[in-house]
């Protein structure tokens, strides 16, 4: 899976990008062929000042869903990325889910005889 790293103010341990990369694989694999576009944006909030001021932000877009994101504030670096990562997969996961059953919804409702289909 391809996927974008943005990083805004931001000087990235070593290691960050290929920890986000295992991470959003573990946590997106199974969605692979309806996923279109990873974006991993990480901002530090406050720049130097420290604080919980440590940005992730993922965007994703969902072929049939459209786009799902999801975000968390920490610290640390790799806490915030875990997290986002984690949460990210719950939120495609939902998304998919609610796509699935609405089809289903619809398949439900549609008529099986009538004057119109020949019955």
């Known amino acids: ?20 990369g295992e991470r959003l694989g573990f946590a997106l694999e199974r969605f692979a ?14 720049g ?9 932000r993922i965007l994703v877009k969902v072929r049939g869903c459209g786009m799902v994101t999801a975000g968390v504030v920490d610290p ?10 984690t949460r990210i997969g719950h939120t495609v996961s939902r ?3 609610r796509r699935k059953a609405a089809w289903h919804l619809r398949v439900a409702r549609r008529p099986t005889s ?6």
């Open 114 to 119: 009538g004057p119109l289909l020949g019955a």
């Open 1 to 20: 899976m391809h996927w974008e790293l943005k990083a805004r103010g931001v000087d990235l341990p070593d290691g960050l990008a290929v920890r986000i």
């Open 76 to 85: 640390d670096w790799w806490v915030a990325v875990d997290r986002a990562t």
């Open 33 to 46: 062929p309806r996923i279109e576009r990873v974006v991993v944006f990480l901002h530090d909030l406050n």
């Open 95 to 97: 998304s998919v889910d």
């Open 48 to 56: 130097p000042r420290g604080g919980i001021d440590k940005a992730c």
